[in-house]
């Protein structure tokens, strides 16, 4: 069977496909930033919380990095709703999204702030600095800086994996896919477009990821060197 | 209404077995074409090294929810209709493949230079170098990520309950139809994830650290 594409549909579709990616890109910079947040909130607490708390934010770190998106995706959104919390399908998205990235941004600014030299805390000390004024300006942004990549890659995925809450009918590109390709029939070509714009969004993020690093380390921007 | 009971939990439990089977397929699938990439992305041929790069980035860049949609419904409209499982396998294999390709050729390029010339010294042809001298080395390197990875593997293989194959994730939606208790049929549901996960999570940790302490 000779099959032929057909794209046609393209020419009066194309601002939906537009509308479905800025969709995403809303709802996973949301997702992004205060999944951050909320991770590196987690990371500073693992790292200089006490023993209990050490072990709570272990805890959360390991059951979410151990479970799938979807199936998390579906306890925020019909289990919630099952016991009184009826939340709309965008915001159960969102904090499906806040708490799975979380997770994965406290492992990894864990790694970073765990990197940082004693002797740099130690400075600290001497110059009378407290313990919250030594986190907020001697360890975060160089651990940051050092776990860099890890982070933005992990935030490349979470914008991929967002895919997924086209399931509860949050509505962004794969779900404005999906209706697109039950009205056209043509499913193959549309998620082949879909793909594409997928692969440029996430080229879009690496450059805005590459472009905040050059903002806000300002070291390697001027010096021209890592940590 | 439907209680969630025993015989619900023993489905899903059955279920559980599709689910590590759609990962084997994913990996065995993924590891055959990783460990083609991974070479190819190391490859004294630019044409192959372009190849295997251009494809990494390629796949790296779409969610395997797309990959999963084009290779089901997308096929399937082109006239080639696959079963979900095959679908599943199939995308999960192209996905699995992509990322393994990357993580193995880091492992690869992590052998000291000092090898090649070695074992170049030694008059050994480059395959010989790869199967006698490089190779083995790099396994040792990449236990741990690949054991990491396979947790990853695990979990992307839920999304395989969307094209409708039956495995952990989609029994827990056909229990979750007929008993109403969501909040307790995904939660077992992420429980038995987490039973076959954290285990693979564990063992990544204690290889990598057993790696450092022999170096």
Redesign the interface.
Known sequence: MTYKFDFSFLAERWPAFLEGAWLTIQLTVVAIVLGFVVGTLCAVLRVYGGGVVRRLVGGYVEIIRNTPLLVQIFIVYFGLASVGLKLSAELSAIIALVINVGAYTTEIMRAGIESIGKTQLEAADCLGLTRLQTIFHIVLLPAMERVFPALSSQFVLLMLASSVTSQISAEELTATANLIQSETYRSFEVYVVVAVVYLALSFLYRFAFWLIGRLLFVRRRKLGTAL | MNQFTSVHAIYLLEAARWTLLLSLIALMGGGVLGLALALGRVSRIATLRFIATAYIQ?I????????L??SY???????YRLDPVVAAGLSLTIYVGAFLGEIWRGCIEAVPRTQWEASDCLGLNRFQQYTHVILPQAVRIATAPTVGFM?QVV??T??A??IGFVEL?RA??IV?NST????LV??F??AI??AI??PL?VASRVLERRLHVAR
């Not at chain 2, 790296?60 to 990959?67: A, D, F, I, K, S």
């Not at chain 2, 419904?73 to 006239?79: K, Q, V, Y």
């Not at chain 2, 109403?180 to 909040?183: K, L, S, V, Y």
Request: net charge positive; charged share 0%.
């Open positions: 390629l790296q860049g779409t969610p395997l929810l797309v990959l949609f084009l419904f997308g096929l399937s409209m082109a006239g947790v979990k992307n839920s999304l309950s969307i994730t827990g939606q979750n109403f208790q969501p909040f995904f939660l549901v992420g994830y987490f996960c954290y999570s």
